[in-house]
């Protein structure tokens, strides 16, 4: 069983910045593909930005593309949002999600974005973007 733990979350403004952290608590943490996942109020879950083991494996949701970035610290287990450029259509509870399974067929027909091939999530932490 791996518990994932968010932070970082807050009420910041249009054009703000803000970068949560996902603390995940396995000894194999470089084995899971990580994922960022978010749901506002009334709507469906939907992908954010997925990290494999390292640099050059991001991939992202259109409408974060060039403002979000994700990354993972190995030796802390830890994954990173860093979100630049916030818009009130940001405002929603953002999930932290991990994929042992994932590891295999990442690139296959953007498995990373579908949360059913995520084993773990986080209890999601708030992120409140005002105009």
């Known amino acids: 069983q791996v518990q994932l733990v968010e932070s970082g979350g807050g009420v910041v403004q249009a054009g703000g910045y803000l970068r949560l952290s996902c603390v995940a608590s396995?000894?194999?943490?470089?084995?899971?593909?990580m994922g960022w996942f978010r749901q506002a109020p009334g709507k469906e879950r939907e992908f954010v930005a997925a990290?494999?083991?390292?640099?050059?494996?991001?991939k992202y949701a259109d409408s974060v593309k060039g403002r979000f970035t994700i990354s993972r610290d190995n030796a802390k287990n830890t994954v990173y949002l860093q979100m630049n450029n916030l818009k009130p259509a940001d405002t929603a509870v953002y999930y932290c999600a991990a994929s042992r399974n994932l590891w295999s067929k990442y690139y296959n027909d953007k498995k990373y974005a579908e949360g059913s091939e995520y084993d773990y999530w986080g209890q999601g932490t708030q992120v409140t973007v005002s105009s």
């Open positions: 990290i494999r083991w390292r640099g050059g494996s991001e």
């Open positions: 396995t000894r194999t943490f470089s084995d899971y593909v």
